[in-house]
């Protein structure tokens, strides 16, 4: 999993916190999610653009030209994308189980939506937080330029 690397990488403490209850709560919804599947899911398979944010995530981790607070921000963009992703997805399962009428998965599939949207809104929090030091940091930088306080720390 790549929420380590994204916590190591994570200069605002507020954010790996975050991130490390992301990964509690991402184990703790598989454990419930599993039960409504046939099947025990291939953890293996990531979607495509899942992997694609993770790639970026990475990428972001290993960028030097950032400063800490527009990395932060940067990689609260790209998390909340997956949670963006996820609750699409419960949503949509929830949608199904309704139709089925299996009201057990759709308490299950509820919390899940109920966690995702939570630390959704606990990112958008810090993000705003953490742009707000980025333009602060580069309006000290240079009042004219915005890219070219970036790399200044």
């Known amino acids: 999993m790549m929420f380590p690397s994204l916590q190591r990488a994570a200069s605002c403490p507020e954010l790996a916190s975050t991130l490390e209850e992301d990964v509690t709560m991402a184990n703790d919804q598989m454990d419930r999610l599993v039960n409504l599947l046939p099947a025990k899911p ?3 398979a990531a979607p495509i653009s899942v992997t694609n944010l993770l790639q970026d995530c990475l990428l972001l981790c ?3 030209e ?3 607070a527009a990395r932060d921000a940067a990689l609260i963009d790209l998390v909340r994308r997956l949670h ?3 609750i699409a997805g419960l949503s949509s ?3 199904w189980a309704r139709a089925m009428r299996d009201s057990d998965a759709v308490a299950i599939l509820e919390e899940c939506l109920r ?3 939570q630390s959704d809104a606990r ?3 810090i993000g705003d937080i953490c742009c707000r030091r980025a333009i602060s940091c580069c309006d000290r930088c240079s009042s004219d330029n915005f890219c070219a306080g970036m790399a200044h720390a």
């Open 115 to 117: 966690e995702e949207k």
């Open 93 to 95: 399962a929830r949608t």
């Open 66 to 68: 950032l400063n800490h």
């Open 84 to 86: 963006h992703d996820q």
């Open 42 to 44: 291939d953890n293996s």
């Open 123 to 125: 990112l958008d929090a």
């Open 62 to 64: 290993k960028e030097e």
